[in-house]
T-cell receptor, first 114, second 111 residues
Framework: NAGVMQNPRHLVRRRGQEARLRCSPMKGHSHVYWYRQLPEEGLKFMVYLQKENIIDESGMPKERFSAEFPKEGPSILRIQQVVRGDSAAYFC????????????FGEGSRLTVL | SQQGEEDPQALSIQEGENATMNCSYKTSINNLQWYRQNSGRGLVHLILIRSNEREKHSGRLRVTLDTSKKSSSLLITASRAADTASYFCAPVGGGYNKLIFGAGTRLAVHP
């Protein structure tokens, strides 16, 4: 059973470009969480999605950031018009239910904005 | 959801020694989870302790929970260089819908 798959693992963008990060949850998991981590810091919650629904986006910046988890295909975290401050590692996690159990994390996507 | 506060921020020990890190939280919980993050990697779930449990073991890991003090500790016995990582706790309360992580404890185990 493959784990949570994130791609790309590394992404370089110039200021003003768009970044798309993809996350395929573990098989059978319908709950996806996105986190952002700056160097030497902890993970900051961004958004929680269930298939076709955004459940909690309280950690998402109000502008330029969006997330989706369609009925078919991976979850996508989209960052429009990237700025240098968006440079970070973005982690996706999945769980089979939205209850208080274990989260399974991917290896992250590292975004560098030049 | 609430954030746990890990203490100390950093811990440096020799191989073979025990490592203890602590987590404090503010409101009542259903369970508390510990995760490990190796440098450049994703988080890995270590152990989950429920609010009605006081102690739990998994291999060289021992987790305790004191709900009266709203604190938990993670003990790694006979540490190895491979235990070098950041460790995070995540308290889970009612109305849960996400895990919130603190800054973690950075553990360095020297050969």
């Amino acid at each position: 059973n493959a784990g949570v798959m994130q791609n790309p693992r590394h992404l370089v963008r110039r200021r003003g470009q768009e970044a798309r990060l993809r996350c395929s949850p573990m098989k059978g998991h319908s709950h996806v969480y996105w986190y952002r981590q700056l160097p030497e810091e902890g993970l900051k919650f961004m958004v929680y999605l269930q298939k076709e629904n955004i459940i909690d986006e309280s950690g998402m910046p109000k502008e330029r950031f969006s997330a989706e988890f369609p009925k078919e295909g991976p979850s996508i975290l989209r960052i429009q018009q990237v700025v240098r401050g968006d440079s970070a590692a973005y982690f996706c996690a999945s769980s089979p239910t939205g209850e208080a159990g274990e989260l399974f994390f991917g290896e992250g996507s590292r975004l560098t904005v030049l | 959801s609430q954030q746990g506060e890990e203490d100390p921020q950093a811990l440096s020990i020799q191989e073979g020694e025990n490592a203890t890190m602590n987590c404090s939280y503010k409101t009542s919980i259903n369970n508390l989870q510990w995760y490990r993050q190796n440098s450049g990697r994703g988080l890995v779930h270590l152990i989950l302790i429920r609010s009605n449990e006081r102690e739990k073991h998994s291999g060289r890991l021992r987790v305790t929970l004191d709900t009266s003090k709203k604190s938990s500790s993670l003990l790694i016995t006979a540490s190895r260089a491979a235990d070098t990582a950041s460790y995070f706790c995540a308290p889970v309360g009612g109305g849960y819908n996400k895990l919130i992580f603190g800054a973690g404890t950075r553990l360095a185990v020297h050969p």
